[in-house]
């Protein structure tokens, strides 16, 4: 893809984070941060590559190690967001 | 696409335009990917191999962009939230096997282990951190973010032929930019959330600590950044550029460490959010290298994400950016909250005291603070609230923007000892309420309820948007001792107010004492 298409992307993209995100509710700025933190790790897919390719060893170990660090974050970072959206339910009035 | 942004959206309208924009983006961008996926994407990882160029592996990178997007958008209220967290991970899943399925596997079992690996240790984690460690956490995991970033880019360099980064035998100038700004970024998001997870945690003291010449310091090694940048994309040939990637990977671990130590402890909210912010362009910076739609939107979200959050705070606190990151608020505590203090009389109760005077109040608003959180007395003040609305008390929580450590530390404290999120008010929302309200319970915050922020220009939190719980027939102020000041420093004139009774007691331990004296 050229430069100027991934560009027009980004720069989509930012305006599409500026509104959604002011339509996220203060109350749940936290789990926002968590789960940012998550897909932040989408990161991951440069990892594989390094990781899959096998020609040159040290850019394999390093994909490796990125792999496992993002993973920490994903699998921790979608689970603590659950665990603190789990949280927000409505009680039952007694 | 230009009308859709030249009207002025607010949030609540944002919705509503929101689908449009997605109509639009779709409408507009699947042709496009169609059409350079087939003729214009030259990715040498998949000549080499002999495989097809797939426009359908563009598609599935950009639904899970979208999906992401809609993990976010889930967040606009709890009923929608967790249906948006599965969106994210669905996204998650879909890059991933996409990835995957789209590249020559050397070693597959290597791959499943590391992720296994992280996998797990990320799991048990996010099972068994207390709440109350929720800011530290959340730094850690950003510090995660920016060293991946890193590893991806150095990787990238080693191999560019994995990653189609390769224009005859060299990287691309373009490409090397993209790479050298994707290390750099990661690296200072890194080492600032090392140093931001140290100071939340208590690992490091939360007082600012200030170099001299601080500023001449990280602007020259920004600026030295840059250069190197600029100079590792004209430079040819591993002997060139090898030297200059080192030195800028790790005068960026230098400048992410230098850019938080000055910053204190209570400015610490801006400051997750902010690196927050930084891993997301991070992410975004690989994704131009990699060409990888996923990425960039990904990238973009959070990094606006981050920089709205960081805006929020600011806004919260009536301070710019810039004198945040500046750094250095807080330093002078001792000396000035000792000189200027007079002994001033104030009353001091006990929690039969505030007991009684709760049971007969009609309408309390409690206003939690970072206090509150170290003393981890939300269950207990939950219980507190229970028995009050047995007797037929209105309790009502307030909420600042900049309370506790993180933005939204307070709620999910609140959201997890079971109090209703109906009951929970931001700070705009509730203010005008204090007039009305028999009691104001304030506990472990400080700053956000001084009116020196309203009155007194020479104040350092002047300016700052605070509660008006002067307004309210009765203040109950829950802190530790008369000794300390507030984060900012400054006396707080609620303290010798008439009709405030000050609690001098760990919090949890007053709240639990009036909870037996409710019963």
């Known amino acids: 893809m ?25 109350a749940l700025h936290t789990p926002l941060m968590a789960v940012t933190n998550a897909i932040s790790s989408v990161i991951i897919v440069g990892a594989l590559i390094a990781a899959a390719a096998a020609d040159v060893p040290g850019a394999k170990w390093l994909g490796l190690l990125g792999i496992v660090l993002a993973s920490v974050n994903i699998f921790g970072g979608f689970a603590v967001t659950a665990r603190m959206l789990a949280m927000y339910k409505k009680k039952e009035k007694k | 696409m230009g009308s859709l942004f030249s009207t002025s959206v607010t949030p609540a309208q944002a919705g509503v335009q929101m ?62 939230s967790r249906t948006g967290n599965r969106f994210g991970m669905a996204g998650m899943l879909i890059a991933v096997a996409t990835t995957l399925v789209t590249h020559d596997i050397a070693n597959i079992v290597e791959i499943a282990i590391a992720i296994a690996i992280g996998g797990l240790i990320g799991f048990l984690i996010a099972r068994r951190i207390a709440m109350t460690a929720m800011p530290e956490l959340v730094a850690a995991f950003h510090s995660l973010v920016g060293l991946a970033a890193v590893l991806v880019g150095w990787a990238a360099y080693l191999n560019p032929g994995a990653f189609g980064l390769l224009v005859g035998d060299s990287i691309g100038a373009v490409s090397k930019v993209e790479m050298g700004l994707g290390i750099a970024i990661g690296a ?132 710019s950016f810039l004198s945040v990151i500046a750094g250095g608020f807080g330093a002078d505590d001792s000396a000035g909250g000792g000189e200027a203090k007079e002994q001033r009389p104030y009353k001091q109760g006990s929690a039969d005291d505030a007991a009684f005077m709760l049971e007969q109040a009609d309408k309390v608003i409690i206003i939690p603070g970072y206090g509150m959180a170290v003393a981890q007395a939300q269950h207990a003040l939950r219980e507190m609230t229970d028995l009050l609305e047995e007797k037929g008390v209105e309790v009502k929580f307030a909420i600042h923007p900049v309370a506790g450590r993180m933005p939204g530390h307070m709620n999910v404290l609140l959201a997890e ?16 309420e204090f007039a009305q309200a028999d009691v104001a319970f304030i506990i472990g915050a400080n700053d956000v309820v001084n009116p020196a922020a309203k009155t007194d220009k020479s104040s350092p939190i002047y300016g700052m948007p ?40 760990d919090a949890k331990k007053m709240v639990e004492e009036i909870v037996k004296a409710l019963d």
């Open chain 2, 417 to 432: 000892a079971s109090v209703d999120y109906d009951k929970v008010f931001e700070l705009e929302d509730i203010n005008s």
């Open chain 2, 466 to 505: 605070v509660f008006d719980v002067d307004k309210a027939k009765q203040v109950f102020f829950i802190k530790r001792s008369m000794g300390g000041v507030g984060y900012a420093g400054v006396d707080n004139d609620v303290f010798y107010m008439d009709q405030t009774m000050m609690l001098l007691s």
């Open chain 1, 2 to 26: 050229d430069f100027i298409s991934i560009l027009s992307i980004f720069v989509l993209a930012c305006f599409v984070g500026y509104y959604v995100v002011w339509s996220v509710t203060p």
């Open chain 2, 188 to 319: 200072i998001t890194f080492s600032g959330s090392v140093i931001a997870f140290a100071k939340l945690s208590g690992r490091m003291s939360g007082s600012p600590i200030l170099l001299p010449a601080r500023h001449v310091i990280n602007l020259g090694t920004l600026a030295a950044i840059i250069v190197l940048t600029a100079l590792f994309a004209m430079a040819s040939g591993h002997e060139e550029t090898m030297p200059l990637i080192i030195a800028l990977t790790v005068l960026a671990f230098v400048i992410g460490f230098l850019l938080i130590i000055p910053i204190g402890g209570a400015d610490m909210p801006v400051v997750v959010s902010m690196l927050n912010s930084y891993s997301g362009w991070a992410a975004a910076a690989m994704g131009f290298t990699l060409g990888n739609t996923a990425m960039i939107i990904t990238g973009a979200l959070v990094g606006s994400s981050g920089a709205i959050l960081s805006y929020i705070m600011c806004r919260a606190m009536n301070r």
């Open chain 2, 19 to 80: 689908t449009s924009v997605f109509r639009a983006l779709t409408r507009s961008w699947i042709p496009a990917f169609a059409g350079t996926t087939v003729f214009g994407y030259t990715a040498p990882a998949h000549a080499a191999t002999g495989e097809a160029v797939n426009p359908w592996v563009a598609l599935a990178y950009l639904v899970s962009g979208v999906f992401f997007i809609l993990a976010l958008r889930g967040l606009s209220s709890p009923s929608t």
